[in-house]
C-alpha cells in the first residue's frame, strides 16, 4: 500500500470478493428462504475452492509486494538485520495479507476434514482476519493526521462493520440480513480503497491548498494551512456520505433485481410440477375410467349367458 496501486489492487479483490457474496446469498436465500443457512464462502461449479484460492494469491502477492518487490534493496531489513522504520507500514500491510492467507488455508483443510464445527471455525478465522486489518489501520505507524488519516479513519468504520457481522453470523447463520450487510461492507471497503488511491495519489484530483510531495521516500498529500485541511477533510466524509448512499441504492436495487429473476425461475418450476401433477392425476382418472368400462364389459356380457 501506500501507492495508487498499493490501494487500487487489494481493492478490487476487495470488491470482486463483495460482489461475488452479495449474489450468492441473494440467490441462496430466495431459493431457499425456509433453509437457509449462511455459508462462509462459496464454491464453483468447475473449481471448488476457486475463491479461497483467489484469497491466497491475492495474499501471497501483496505480501511479496510489500517485503520483497517494493523495497529499493528487495527485501525490508537494514544491514543489521532489524527493521527501518521507513518499511515498518510494509510489515504492517503484510501482517494483515497474511492473516487473510491463513484463513483461506484453514478453510480449504476444515471443509476437507468435514468436521461439525467447520463453519463455525471458518467464520472465527475471518473474523480474526478483519480484527487484524482494522488493529492494523487504527494502530499504523504511518503518521495518518491529514486528509489520507481521514479516508482511513472512515475506512476503519467499514470494517468494523465487516468484522461485527462475521461475528454475528458464527451465532446466526440462518440470517440473510447479517450475511448481506457483511457482503456489503465488504464491497464497500473494495470501492473505498480503490477510491483512496485515485484520490490520493492522483495529483488532478488532489483538493485545493494541498498538493502530493514526497516524505521519507513516500507520496503524502500536506495542505498549506488549517482552512484548506479542513476543507480537504470536510470533502472526504461528503464523498464517504455519497457512497454510503449510492450503496444504498446499489445494494437494493441489485436484490431486486435477482429477486424477480430467481422469483420467475421459482414460479416457472412451480408451475412445470403443477403441471406435471394434472397430467399424473388426468392419467390415473383415464385408468380409472378404463378400469370401469371393463368391469362394466364384463358384467354385462355375464348377463348375457344368464
Given at each position: 500500500?501506500?501507492?495508487?496501486?498499493?490501494?487500487?489492487?487489494?481493492?478490487?479483490?476487495?470488491?470482486?470478493?463483495?460482489?461475488?457474496?452479495?449474489?450468492?446469498?441473494?440467490?441462496?436465500?430466495?431459493?431457499?428462504?425456509?433453509?437457509?443457512?449462511?455459508?462462509?464462502w462459496?464454491?464453483?461449479?468447475?473449481?471448488?475452492?476457486?475463491?479461497?484460492?483467489?484469497?491466497?494469491v491475492?495474499?501471497?502477492?501483496?505480501?511479496?509486494?510489500?517485503?520483497?518487490?517494493?523495497?529499493?534493496?528487495?527485501?525490508?531489513?537494514?544491514?543489521?538485520?532489524?527493521?527501518?522504520?521507513?518499511?515498518?507500514?510494509?510489515?504492517?500491510?503484510?501482517?494483515?495479507?497474511?492473516?487473510?492467507?491463513?484463513?483461506?488455508?484453514?478453510?480449504?483443510?476444515?471443509?476437507?476434514?468435514?468436521?461439525?464445527?467447520?463453519?463455525?471455525?471458518?467464520?472465527?478465522?475471518?473474523?480474526?482476519?478483519?480484527?487484524?486489518?482494522?488493529?492494523?489501520?487504527?494502530?499504523?505507524?504511518?503518521?495518518?493526521?491529514?486528509?489520507?488519516?481521514?479516508?482511513?479513519?472512515?475506512?476503519?468504520?467499514?470494517i468494523?462493520?465487516?468484522?461485527?457481522?462475521?461475528?454475528?453470523?458464527?451465532?446466526l447463520?440462518?440470517?440473510f440480513?447479517?450475511?448481506?450487510?457483511?457482503?456489503?461492507?465488504?464491497?464497500?471497503?473494495?470501492?473505498w480503497?480503490?477510491?483512496?488511491?485515485y484520490?490520493?495519489?492522483?495529483?488532478?484530483?488532489?483538493?485545493?491548498?494541498?498538493?502530493?510531495?514526497?516524505?521519507?521516500?513516500?507520496?503524502?498529500?500536506?495542505?498549506?494551512?488549517?482552512?484548506?485541511?479542513?476543507?480537504?477533510?470536510?470533502?472526504?466524509?461528503?464523498?464517504?456520505?455519497?457512497?454510503v448512499?449510492?450503496?444504498?441504492?446499489?445494494?437494493?436495487?441489485?436484490?431486486?433485481?435477482?429477486?424477480?429473476?430467481?422469483?420467475?425461475?421459482?414460479?416457472?418450476?412451480?408451475?412445470?410440477?403443477?403441471?406435471?401433477?394434472?397430467?399424473?392425476?388426468?392419467?390415473?382418472?383415464?385408468?380409472?375410467?378404463?378400469?370401469?368400462?371393463?368391469?362394466?364389459?364384463?358384467?354385462?356380457?355375464?348377463?348375457?349367458?344368464?
Amino acid at each position: 500500500m501506500g501507492t495508487l496501486v498499493g490501494h487500487v489492487a487489494p481493492g478490487f479483490g476487495f470488491l470482486l470478493i463483495g460482489l461475488w457474496h452479495l449474489f450468492n446469498h441473494i440467490k441462496l436465500h430466495y431459493q431457499h428462504p425456509n433453509s437457509y443457512t449462511s455459508p462462509p464462502w462459496f464454491p464453483t461449479a468447475k473449481i471448488r475452492y476457486l475463491e479461497l484460492f483467489l484469497i491466497m494469491v491475492g495474499s501471497c502477492i501483496s505480501i511479496a509486494m510489500e517485503l520483497f518487490i517494493g523495497p529499493q534493496k528487495h527485501q525490508p531489513f537494514d544491514v543489521d538485520g532489524t527493521i527501518p522504520s521507513n518499511h515498518l507500514h510494509n510489515f504492517e500491510h503484510s501482517s494483515i495479507s497474511m492473516a487473510f492467507l491463513v484463513y483461506g488455508a484453514f478453510s480449504i483443510v476444515l471443509d476437507h476434514l468435514g468436521s461439525k464445527a467447520k463453519y463455525g471455525l471458518t467464520q472465527l478465522l475471518a473474523a480474526i482476519a478483519f480484527g487484524q486489518q482494522l488493529m492494523m489501520f487504527h494502530l499504523h505507524s504511518a503518521d495518518h493526521v491529514g486528509i489520507e488519516g481521514q479516508y482511513h479513519l472512515l475506512l476503519q468504520i467499514v470494517i468494523l462493520v465487516s468484522l461485527t457481522t462475521t461475528l454475528m453470523g458464527i451465532g446466526l447463520p440462518k440470517s440473510f440480513l447479517v450475511s448481506f450487510v457483511r457482503s456489503a461492507s465488504i464491497l464497500f471497503q473494495g470501492i473505498w480503497l480503490i477510491l483512496m488511491g485515485y484520490m490520493l495519489w492522483t495529483p488532478a484530483l488532489i483538493p485545493k491548498g494541498c498538493i502530493l510531495h514526497l516524505d521519507n521516500g513516500h507520496e503524502v498529500v500536506n495542505c498549506s494551512d488549517t482552512e484548506a485541511l479542513h476543507r480537504a477533510k470536510s470533502l472526504v466524509n461528503i464523498e464517504f456520505s455519497w457512497l454510503v448512499v449510492g450503496m444504498m441504492i446499489f445494494a437494493m436495487s441489485f436484490y431486486l433485481f435477482l429477486a424477480r429473476v430467481y422469483r420467475e425461475k421459482v414460479e416457472y418450476w412451480s408451475l412445470g410440477r403443477e403441471e406435471g401433477r394434472e397430467d399424473d392425476e388426468d392419467l390415473e382418472s383415464q385408468k380409472k375410467s378404463n378400469l370401469e368400462f371393463v368391469h362394466m364389459g364384463k358384467t354385462y356380457a355375464m348377463d348375457i349367458e344368464r
